[in-house]
């Protein structure tokens, strides 16, 4: 690396969120311009820095900042330009020469041990020597953080977000107990903290690393689904985790109990853990669904079978027998399930139902969990559909440091019917914060294909609901003869039921294209993706056609798809902006998926007809396009649903991937026109049944399915199921006998 010294002699951009900055270093032989994260600093300092050249292709040579510290001016006219910069909030230039007079050599030792002096100088006061001894303390605690933090790799970007989070008590904290990074500053992981903690003397055994590995392993199982862990599953993956021994998990294990960190409990003959979180959100939806389940509405006054005969005559639509059960006991259950295959009819069902509500001039409201899937609802319904997220109005918490839901138990929608689209994706945590929102007059109304992958986010609450037989539940397994004209919907259900898929009928809309001994998986994709289904079709490859993937790795994997969709769709060009973040390289015009839900993205509606120009949440699953790079202000622009415009920084850059190629489980709730699906080895838990069931039902007006024919009987055979731990379903038949016994 290249080490120079100089004094930073101007700030040409800094971005005062994530400290990055641009700037002109004087150093003896020339003036260099300089990048990175470098908070604090201003204008004047002397600094010391170590990083490596870069050839920015419009503003030349520069040096990419990785390591600095500030060289303190041994001179009075040095402390001077030094305090006159600007630095310390209260000190101008005139009053930087006064201090500087009259304690010479001296001033920066006094202004960090002995600020109290200050009031010798004329002009400054105990409340003014009070703030600028403060601003003094907080720069240098601040830069001491960044530099202590760097000794064990850690970027200046989290050291900011650490000293953010614990401000004064940062060193105490770090000191006592390094793990705490991994549970409170977001982007340190438990790995990260254990670098630290290890580079710090703290051995290996302590009780700390213990419970930090524990809750770090539970909240990987809540990554995987799992809203518990069996106990022995819990203690054995943490001894794996550290090293230690099997008792030494268990009493951390323990404390973390004792502490209520962890709750713990007897199921049949094994006991099981949850995080408190997970606990609360299960037995909340417990309580809530049993109360609604139980709750008596008045009956609807409208005459149903007018309304249905009127919906026959104004669009056409006749609801066969089991739609007219659904829409009834709509009406007249406080909380129910719809659920059934594509071309089933649920969306039918829901346009009755708003017929029928809105003549009983009941207020009501439609949701789903996505983006995506709230847009289609809208289209299908022509009512305004929301998130989930937007109708619980997420936003800042009255100290503004946390995104809380508004909407609550003490503040419920306002609302007598609530409609939720695509059931199957809502997880137990947003299941919670809905049901807590659901207020007496409220009923709920869940509309879903129970047979596609359970959510993303932990727990199996569709599943289970259905399962414990105490919500009223209609299934719909007739498919309507306009959809038997769709091999999709036709195949879907076959594939539901055990059946091969017929493919390939002429004219029809599902294909499966057999892959030749030695043929190359990739570039038969990326033929078809390119070329072969836009010329014939009339379709735009990266927007219209969507490839899915059972799996991450391996050849047909979607690490490796995106890469050879990325060169193939969206060439690297001279002009073309691009930056790799952590091996991956993302570049303008990219299709991008956001992976984890983030609450306080900011988002403009550039959409002329937008109910909402600005809001906040960029959630898991949404999908965009990379519209603008810009590495002088470390930004990238994208926009989502060809309306809401997200600016990122660079250091957000690990919430996005490719999304040329996703997972199937990433594609849930989303519809597109094409989908595009390899067929060939896997893990035996992807190559399962549901998976391209739930695959081939994410297809609007065409599937076609790449490979080999004995992967495709392969996947229809497996009827196995990854188990999720999900407790909602047990303790709702435990909770509902016990309430009525008790009644």
């Not at 990785?66 to 060289?71: A, D, N, Q, T």
């Not at 630095?87 to 020469?97: D, N, R, T, W």
């Not at 502490?259 to 909340?284: G, P, W």
Request: proline share 3%; with cysteine.
């Amino acid at each position: 690396m290249v080490e120079l010294e100089g004094k930073l002699i101007e700030i040409i951009y800094k971005n005062d969120t994530n400290g990055y900055l641009v700037g002109l270093l004087s150093t003896p032989e020339e003036d260099v311009t300089i990048v990175g994260c470098l908070p604090t600093l201003k204008e004047g300092e002397g600094l010391s820095v170590k990083g490596n050249w870069i050839l920015h292709p419009t503003y030349g040579r520069q040096l990419e900042v990785k390591e600095f510290k500030p060289v303190h001016p041994s001179s009075i006219e040095g402390i001077i330009n030094y305090l006159s910069s600007g630095i310390v909030k209260g000190i101008g230039e005139k009053m930087a020469k006064r201090v500087v007079e009259h304690f010479g050599i001296d001033t920066l030792e006094i202004m960090q041990y002995n600020p109290h002096k200050l009031m010798e100088v004329s002009g400054i006061g105990e409340a003014k020597a009070e703030a600028i001894a403060h601003a003094f303390h907080e720069e240098r605690e601040l830069r001491e953080i960044v530099f202590f933090l760097s000794k064990y790799g850690v970027s200046p970007v989290y050291a900011v977000k650490i000293y953010k989070r614990y401000t004064e008590a940062t060193l105490k904290v770090i000191h006592e107990n390094p793990y705490r990074l991994a549970e409170d500053v977001i982007g340190i992981g438990f790995r990260k903290a254990d670098e630290i903690a290890k580079s710090m003397g703290v051995p290996e055994d302590s009780g700390y690393r213990i419970q930090a590995a524990a809750r770090y392993t539970m909240n990987g199982l809540h990554g995987e689904g799992h809203t518990y862990a069996p106990l022995k599953l819990l203690i054995r993956k943490t001894h794996e985790l550290t090293g230690c021994n099997h008792q030494l998990v268990e009493e951390s294990i323990q404390n973390l109990m004792l502490d209520q960190k962890l709750h713990l409990e007897k199921h049949e003959d094994e006991f099981i853990v949850y995080s408190m979180a997970y606990y609360y959100a299960e037995s909340n939806v417990c309580k809530a669904l049993v109360a609604l389940a139980q709750r008596s509405l008045e009956p609807i006054a409208t005459d149903i079978n007018k309304v249905l005969e009127d919906l026959h005559k104004e669009e056409k639509i006749q609801l066969a027998d089991r739609q007219k059960e659904a829409v009834i006991q709509a009406t007249e259950n406080a909380i129910m399930i719809i659920t059934g295959g594509p071309g089933t009819g649920k969306t039918t069902i829901i346009k009755a139902l708003i017929k029928i509500l809105e003549r009983n001039d009941k207020k009501l409201l439609l949701a789903a969990p996505t983006g995506r899937a709230a847009k289609r609802m809208t289209e299908a319904t022509g009512r305004e559909a929301k998130t989930i997220h937007r109708l619980l109005e997420l936003g800042y918490s009255e100290d503004d440091e946390n995104m809380v839901f508004q909407r609550n138990e003490e503040n419920p929608l306002d609302a007598d019917v609530i409609i939720i689209d695509e059931g199957s994706m809502v997880d137990i945590l947003l299941m919670n914060n809905l049901l807590k929102a659901i207020d007496a007059r409220t009923s709920l109304i869940f509309v879903g294909d129970v047979d596609q992958l359970p959510s993303v986010g932990a727990g199996n609450v569709l599943k289970d609901i259905i399962d414990s037989g105490i919500i009223k539940v209609v299934r719909l397994t007739e498919i309507f003869r306009q959809a038997q004209e769709s091999m999709i919907i036709v195949n879907a259900h076959r594939i539901n039921e055990g059946k091969e898929p017929l493919c390939n009928v002429k004219e029809k809309d599902f294909y499966f294209l057999s892959k030749r001994p030695g043929e190359d998986m990739v570039y038969k994709l990326l033929s078809l993706v390119k070329d072969r289904l836009p010329n014939h079709y009339n379709l735009e490859s990266s927007r219209d056609i969507q490839v899915i993937s059972p799996m991450k790795k391996g050849e047909a994997g979607t690490l490796n798809l995106n890469k050879a969709l990325q060169n193939g769709l969206n060439p690297a060009e001279k002009d073309k902006k691009e930056k790799e973040f952590r091996g991956k390289l993302f570049r303008v015009g990219d299709k991008v998926m956001q992976i984890k839900n983030n609450y306080s993205l900011k988002w403009t509606n550039i959409s002329p007809n937008s109910v909402e120009e600005k809001g906040e949440g960029v959630f898991n699953g949404d999908i965009g396009y990379i519209t603008e790079i810009n590495s002088e202000d470390n930004e990238m622009v994208i926009l989502f649903d060809d309306s809401r415009l997200v600016i990122y920084d660079f250091s957000q850059l690990e919430e996005l991937e490719l999304a040329y190629c996703i997972t199937v489980h990433k594609s849930q709730g989303s519809e597109f026109p094409v989908v595009v699906m390899p067929i060939t080895w896997g893990p035996p838990m992807l190559l399962t049944r549901n998976l391209l069931y739930t695959a081939v039902t994410r297809a609007k007006s065409l599937v076609v399915l790449v490979g080999t024919e004995s992967y495709l009987h392969q996947m229809i055979k497996n009827v196995r199921t990854i188990e999720r731990y999900s407790g909602l379903g047990f303790r709702l038949k435990r909770y509902f006998d016990f309430h009525s016994i008790k009644q």
